[in-house]
């Protein structure tokens, strides 16, 4: 009996692997009508054939690569940025420590005006991001 299951699923995957080899040769057609493509045209459209193969691999072409990587390839073509002295750095610092103060000054009052939930939770929230801004900043 036990030889008589794997002849049955023995004949089964002989079966399969059989009826897949006709489908192999066997596409079928392929209408273009208009910018719709379909395997069943209408009679009242106008459509041509387009022979298609399942098989064909498609390959999009590789850009060439340059032969030797330079310093202005690696930062995408774009000049470095000019170096900006210290003390002008501490000033820029500053001016922005001082304008996120101002916004979250102006911030908490307006929060404390606000009354809905909503508003509460959205006062919060921006408050919150201030907060984190200024401790970003040296």
Sequence with gaps: MKH?????????????VLSAIPALGNEAPV???????T??????????????STREE???PQPPRPATPTAASTS????????VDS??????????KDILNN???RLTERCQA??????????????????RELSRLP
């Design 58 to 60: 498609t390959q999009v």
């Design 114 to 131: 606000a009354t809905q939930s909503t508003a509460q939770q959205r006062c919060a929230a921006d408050q919150a991001a201030l907060k």
């Design 103 to 105: 916004e979250l000054k």
């Design 31 to 37: 209408w273009r009508c208009g910018n719709m493509y």
């Design 76 to 83: 995408a073509g774009k000049a470095p940025a000019p170096r």
């Design 4 to 16: 008589r299951g794997s002849l049955l699923v023995l004949a089964y995957v002989l079966i399969y």
């Design 39 to 52: 395997n069943q045209p209408r009679a009242d459209q106008s459509c041509e054939s387009v022979t298609l």
């Design 87 to 96: 003390l002008a750095q501490r000033e820029r610092d500053g001016q922005a």
